[in-house]
């Protein structure tokens, strides 16, 4: 989805000086529904297919000659800083790095998720292509199995060079987050400021209900870590001040100016000043608020400084100007799209944002944080009540498939976009997700040997649909 950093950039340049401009910011990314669309990243672990260890991002054999090598075959553009090739640019995609080297496909902006599952399916062949010339097996896990925090190299990016130690004094896991992690989001459009905030809600809600359904990281370091979605509870331990689930998000009065009085108040990471990332981390540190009350060093805030900075948001939902849905954990190729289809049935279609808030609306704001804790750790098998999450999941999952069915976008063979969810309902149904199978087979017939594991997460093992 477009950041809006190209939207009229000689604008994004001029000085802010009132908290009304921030707000028309996100009044400016509206959109008629007839312009809707539908965005997704997704996130791959890469292993050495000898050892199962992280894949170096430098070296003959790491992961940035990965990147000139797909450039080179496929015709991207190579992005470096620094002379370091970090990212590649595509028409209308773009693949970037995450921080321990994780490989990111930045999609672009679909009308139906049929176009993604064509984008994604491409980028996967690519991607495969690429992998086996240098020894390299791509993962279906949320999460690097075996290698430990410091056996995984930092990327040489200075915005992560700033985040990695802020992130050690902020939380316990956060390092973990950039460096072993790995997910997919979706980004969706709105109409106005109450479709906005309406649907910001119901994604919030929805978020221990979308963890339980697509825990997939319960291998960390060469073990079980007892949790089905490690990667959930790692966001948990990250850093307080900029995750989780701000509680305003539940009041039915709250608009944009509520979202900007947050962001107001988080630290700043640094400042971009030509093309130089300016540190801002040193106590006692800057907010937004701060920085547009007193400026720094002699630098007043741009409306770009405020883009910028809502990118360093990381909550489970966020608000750009579109929404991002961030709570999944990376998928199996097979069901990378479920994703975006589940968040496009529900979103996209009034009955069924509706039917989807009427699951989860009744509990309280300390309530959903127990339940995603619960969800982190026990999956599907949570429970609310006497209901288990399972139950609730099952029933957004055919909520989200009636929806896909009443905007009928068909593909070639005629077949709507609930195509995308049917395998995740089967597997939902069965109380199963990838972390239970993955668990299960890790004490089974895996035999707790990281060779069978990686042989059977690998990207080569699974179909795509």
């Given at each position: 989805m477009t950041t809006g950093l190209a939207d009229g950039e000689k604008l994004m340049d001029y000085e802010i000086t009132s908290k009304e401009e921030l707000v028309r910011y996100f009044q400016d990314g509206a959109k008629p529904k007839k312009d809707w669309k539908v965005g997704?990243?997704?996130?791959?672990?890469?292993?050495?297919?000898?050892?199962?260890?992280?894949?170096?991002?430098?070296?003959?054999?790491?992961?940035?000659?990965?990147?000139?090598?797909?450039?080179?075959?496929?015709?991207?553009?190579?992005?470096?800083?620094?002379?370091?090739?970090?990212?590649?640019?595509?028409?209308?995609?773009?693949?970037?790095?995450?921080?321990?080297?994780?490989?990111?496909?930045?999609?672009?902006?679909?009308?139906?998720?049929?176009?993604?599952?064509?984008?994604?399916?491409?980028?996967?062949?690519?991607?495969?292509?690429?992998?086996?010339?240098?020894?390299?097996?791509?993962?279906?896990?949320?999460?690097?199995?075996?290698?430990t925090l410091d056996e995984i190299e930092l990327i040489p990016k200075a915005r992560y060079r700033i985040m990695f130690p802020y992130m050690a004094r902020k939380g316990r896991l956060g390092q973990r987050m950039m460096k072993q992690t790995a997910g997919v989001q979706t980004n969706v459009d709105y109409s106005d400021e109450a479709d906005a905030m309406r649907k910001l809600r119901v994604s919030a809600g929805l978020t221990p209900l979308i963890y339980a359904l697509f825990a997939n990281s319960p291998l960390s370091d060469g073990s079980l870590n007892g949790y089905q979605s490690f990667r959930g509870h790692i966001w948990t331990q990250t850093d307080p001040d900029r995750c989780g689930t701000p509680e305003f998000l539940f009041r039915h009065d709250a608009g944009f100016e509520d979202y900007v009085d947050y962001a107001l108040d988080v630290p700043m990471y640094f400042l971009v000043r030509d093309g130089r990332y300016l540190d801002l981390t040193a106590p006692p540190g800057l907010t937004f608020r701060q920085f547009m009350e007193h400026g720094w060093r002699g630098e007043r805030p741009t409306l770009r400084d405020w883009a910028i900075h809502l990118t360093t948001i990381f909550t489970e939902v966020r608000l750009k100007r579109y929404i991002e849905v961030r709570c999944a954990d990376s998928q199996p190729p097979n069901l990378m799209l479920a994703l975006p289809a589940l968040i496009k049935g529900v979103l996209y279609e009034r009955d069924a944002l509706d039917g989807a808030w009427d699951l989860v609306r009744h509990w309280s704001f300390d309530e959903r944080l127990r339940i995603t804790d619960m969800a982190h750790k026990l999956g599907l098998e949570a429970k609310v009540g006497k209901l288990r999450l399972k139950d609730l999941a099952v029933e957004l999952l055919a909520i989200a498939i009636s929806g896909l069915e009443r905007t009928r976008a068909l593909n070639e063979r005629g077949e709507d976009e609930s195509i995308y969810l049917y395998p995740m309902l089967d597997l939902a149904r069965s109380g199963r997700n990838q972390a239970v199978l993955t668990i299960e087979r890790w004490k089974g017939r895996w035999n707790y040997e990281p060779r069978r594991m990686i042989e059977e997460c690998s990207y080569e093992a699974q179909t795509i649909l």
């Open positions: 997704t990243e997704y996130e791959t672990i890469a292993v050495s297919s000898l050892s199962g260890k992280a894949v170096p991002y430098s070296g003959s054999r790491g992961v940035e000659q990965m990147l000139r090598a797909i450039a080179e075959r496929f015709g991207y553009t190579v992005e470096e800083e620094d002379g370091r090739a970090l990212a590649l640019r595509g028409p209308k995609s773009a693949i970037t790095l995450e921080p321990g080297a994780q490989i990111e496909l930045s999609g672009e902006q679909c009308d139906t998720i049929h176009s993604a599952y064509r984008e994604f399916s491409r980028h996967v062949e690519q991607l495969v292509a690429v992998a086996r010339q240098f020894d390299v097996t791509l993962l279906g896990l949320g999460m690097q199995p075996l290698s």
